[in-house]
């Protein structure tokens, strides 16, 4: 069993649509991550969470430490959004390292 | 802040000769460098954890004598395949943190190996 649950796995969606990816996790953490990979390969960490919701452009991120869940919401999505998008979690007890998703690919289509 | 480096971006090498990649933290002191491993469609696999002046710990399953990981400096940590095979062909990322900060990625370096 993955300590992190992603879904969906693929995703597709018109521009302009609101999106929504979640993250499950089985594990106490120190801080749950949200990467976006675009199709090069290079990662972008995009928001750091221990509590309650960060705001940044469109990208709205939320986290429920009580029932161990994230939500990545992309307003108003576009095609320069299509990447994947991984949540990845750190752990009191293992340093800094994370456990992660295995990634929900999105594809927004013009 | 906080930028990640990757060299080469792409290499493409013969079977039997050896790859060393270097990972870089160009504007920050990195106490604790990763290195991971990525197939298609799948996720970041987690091949090692360098500190600075420390032996790497390799996760299970990793050969340490076949990726050797060498973290000299606050700034620079290397990775060298040995022996590459074809097996080995795969796209390298690291990441370098310091203290408990999140990481930060490098834009990874993708390996063919004929």
């Known amino acids: 069993k993955n300590e992190v649950e992603q879904s969906p796995q693929n995703l597709t969606a018109q521009e302009g649509e609101f999106i929504t990816i979640n993250c499950s996790y089985s594990?106490?953490?120190?801080?749950l991550h949200w990467l976006q990979q675009h199709p090069g390969g290079g990662i972008v960490s995009l928001f750091m969470?221990?509590?309650g919701k960060k705001k940044h452009g469109r990208l709205i991120a939320t986290i429920n430490i009580q029932e161990k869940h994230s939500s990545l919401h992309i307003t108003a999505s576009h095609p320069r959004d299509s990447a994947v998008y991984i949540c990845?979690?750190?752990?009191?007890?293992?340093?800094?390292?994370?456990?992660f998703g295995t990634g929900t690919s999105l594809t927004v289509i013009p | 802040g906080a930028v990640v480096s990757q060299h080469p971006s792409w290499v493409i090498c013969k079977s039997g000769t050896s790859v060393k990649i270097e990972c870089r933290s160009l504007?920050?002191?990195?106490?604790?460098m990763f290195w991971y491993r990525q197939f298609p469609k799948q996720s970041l696999m987690l091949m090692a954890t360098?500190?600075?002046?420390?032996?790497?710990?390799?996760e299970q399953g990793v050969e340490k004598d076949k990726f050797l990981i060498n973290h000299a400096s606050l700034t620079l940590s290397t990775l060298t395949v040995t022996s590459a095979h074809p097996e080995d062909s795969s796209f390298y990322i690291c990441?370098?943190?310091?203290?408990?900060?999140?990481?930060?990625f490098g834009p990874g370096t993708r390996l063919l190996v004929l």
């Open positions: 990845a979690v750190g752990t009191p007890n293992t340093g800094n390292q994370f456990y």
């Open positions: 969470l221990s509590s």
């Open positions: 990441s370098a943190s310091r203290g408990w900060e999140t990481q930060y």
């Open positions: 594990v106490g953490i120190s801080a």
């Open positions: 360098s500190n600075e002046g420390s032996k790497a710990t390799y």
């Open positions: 504007d920050f002191q990195a106490t604790t």
